[in-house]
Nanobody, 121 residues
Framework: VQLQASGGGLAQAGGSLRLSCAAS?????MAWFRQAPGKEREFVAA????????RYADSVKGRFTITRDRAKVTVYLQMSSLKPEDTAVYYC??????????????????WGQGTQVTVSS
């Protein structure tokens, strides 16, 4: 499976952006992570493909929403009420089987290319 991420760009604080991640095949879970300069990669959101169950990092809960298009095997990350601290390179990731450690980047062996999100104050 390969992942193709798109979207991102520049937004003002309080604004919105949407990221997309298309998979070339079926997966068990798809997730978004982000990495700011000088920081470790951190979990943002995940969706279990089978039942659509979602998980979010506390820092984005209520502001970001992960959704999917089953036919296109694509997940989206709708980001609203953006803050400057959301600035990072965002990566989508996948693994064939759901893991209870969905928040751990080490659990994922399939990664898309990063896409830059910059939020200005």
């Amino acid at each position: 499976v390969q992942l193709q991420a798109s979207g991102g760009g520049l937004a003002q604080a309080g604004g919105s952006l949407r990221l997309s991640c298309a998979a070339s095949g079926r997966t068990g879970v798809m997730a978004w992570f982000r990495q700011a300069p000088g920081k470790e990669r951190e979990f943002v959101a995940a969706m279990r493909w089978g039942d659509g169950n979602t998980r979010y990092a506390d820092s984005v809960k209520g502001r970001f929403t992960i959704t999917r298009d089953r036919a296109k095997v694509t997940v989206y990350l709708q980001m609203s009420s953006l803050k400057p601290e959301d600035t990072a390179v965002y990566y989508c990731a996948a693994r064939p089987i759901y893991s209870v450690r969905y928040y751990d980047p080490e659990q994922y062996d399939i990664w898309g290319q990063g896409t830059q999100v910059t939020v200005s104050s």
